[in-house]
């Protein structure tokens, strides 16, 4: 399937996870792809998976997405690289837990920024080039944390939260200029961020209220013993919204967790 045939598309978050596989993913479907991360070895590993031919169309960036010095020039950089751009896809962020009592005000300053302002900024920077064409497309990350409870995680989900509101406001503002901007809402897809998950969960930590956290659909991957979606899922979901066969999807999210929150 090449139905992204000439597109130009910059996936922050790509040395990983979900933003890996939507790289690889967009690639395999004809796109350039500029791949963009804080990682530079993980950029590597990105790199290494692209098939041939695909790989041609690969350039990856090292680019912070907390500072904003390191988006503007790293956005800039990508948009020489393709050309223009007609897509941004925003998947790189942070997941940390805590008792909201013990959380710092560091603490949620981190997560908020690489999040929330993450994602402005890289939106921000990118909407120029973006609206140099009839028709382009922002994909932006929220998480099923943003509309369902998830223990231990009141600043993680605050800033899906913030992101999904952005996200509509977006929609509706540059929407007459040919604009969709649409959030995919991940929830129980085996990731990096996922698997260190319990690293950061409270020693006391009540674990039963995670009891609601599990898949429905059966799958063959875990992280701490909970089923698990593959990224590659929600990779596929994404190229479509990206495509054509997207065309009339903007301001809203979709959900992509496997029933977990049937």
Known sequence: M???????ILVTGAASGIGQATALRLLREGASVVAADIS???LDRTRALAYEPDATRLTTQT??????ASVVEGVRASVATL????????AAGILRASHTRD???????QIIGINLT???LAVRESLSPLLDNPRSTVVNFSSTSASFAHPYMAAYAASKG????FTHALALEYGKAGLRAVC?????????IIDATPGYVPADADWTLFGKLSPILPTDLESGGAGMGDPAAVAGVIAMLVSEDGAFITGTEIRIDGGTHA
């Open 184 to 192: 995919v809402a991940p929830g129980s897809i085996k990731s990096g």
């Open 40 to 42: 530079a070895d993980g």
């Open 2 to 8: 090449n139905r992204l045939n000439g597109h130009r």
């Open 118 to 120: 993450g994602t402005f």
């Open 162 to 165: 913030g992101i999904q509101s």
């Open 83 to 90: 050309g223009g751009l007609d897509a941004l896809v925003n």
């Open 63 to 68: 680019m912070n997405i907390g500072d904003e």
């Open 103 to 109: 959380t710092s005000l560091d603490l949620w300053n």
